[in-house]
């Protein structure tokens, strides 16, 4: 019997895993409802089977890759339909327009002034006064614009045009070589060894990271002696 549980353990969790990844990489906090109550429908259908032995692995996971599909078809008619996207993920909602904060709009969405500062807050925003646009997204995060005179300083203000900075690539990680980025920045594990030497390092698995950025730079990270 607990080689039973063990076993339906593993291909439940499998199969959840499987489906998970079929239905995107959004974070938690970035589903809508309908996602939301997917997930949970999910883990509950995955949960039953695995606790009552007596219940075949097939009616666990039929219903579980028929919410998966049902995901995926709703979500492909989300893309093409404008009306099907309202429905089923939502619209945002704007909570402050121009500086003013919208009570109809927090009452319709029985969102209260509380709620709303919280969030404020958590974008490290603590004076209203400062808020030109504040939208309620879908995924109930609130999206912020402050007023021109209240936001922090950038570059353009400054008629600044800073040097493109772009991506740093990974070149060696735990000790292990990334060939595949060493040929996206065009060079080679020669040149790798020779830059290490510089650094003191004679050895790839010396190095816990190393990357590179835009600008040809190389950051080397040794392993802490044991």
Known sequence: MAFQVVMRTVVFYVTVLIVIRLLGKR??????????????????????????????????ILP????????????????????????????????????????GELRKLRYNINDLLRQLREKDVFNISDVEFAILETSGKISVVLKSQSRPVIPKDLNLRPSYEGLSHPLIIDGNVNTDNLKKVKLDSQWLKDELKKNNVNDFKEVLLATIDSQGNLYVSKKEKS
């Not at 939301?36 to 695995?50: F, G, H, K, R, S």
């Open 64 to 103: 579980i890759l028929t919410l998966a599909i049902l995901e995926v078809m709703l979500a492909g008619v989300s893309l093409k339909s404008k009306i099907a996207r309202s429905v089923i993920n939502g619209v945002p909602s704007v909570l402050i327009e121009n500086g003013n904060i919208l009570e």
């Open 27 to 60: 974070e938690v906090g970035q589903l809508s409802s309908f996602d939301l109550v997917v997930a949970i429908m999910i883990a509950e259908l995955a949960a039953i089977p695995m606790d009552k032995i007596e219940i075949p692995i097939y009616v666990g």
